[in-house]
């Protein structure tokens, strides 16, 4: 598993089938950082940073880890040209 990654918002930064671990962005009211119980592929995350009144939103990524990266697609037999 590799070290947590800063995330600042924008594109997703890694292959959209690797495996990842995220901490979300403190809210006002949170006393602790949230971070997901398990790992997901990338592609089920919002990347991109949100804002509601002027405030980040509780669910904005603010780091990641890759957990497994994903392995290079190769077209099946039935898919080449």
């Not at 995330?7 to 950082?33: E, I, M």
């Not at 405030?55 to 392995?71: C, F, K, L, Q, W």
Request: proline letters at 10%.
């Amino acid at each position: 598993m590799s070290e947590w990654i800063e995330h600042k918002g924008g594109c997703r930064p890694v292959d959209p089938d690797a495996l990842v671990h995220v901490r979300f962005q403190r809210t006002d009211n949170d006393s602790v950082q949230e971070e997901s119980v398990r790992p997901m592929k990338a592609k089920y995350y919002w990347w991109d940073h949100k804002f509601y009144e002027g405030s980040p939103s509780g669910g904005n990524i603010v780091s990641y880890r890759i957990v497994t990266p994903s392995e290079p697609h190769e077209p099946s037999s039935s898919q080449a040209p």
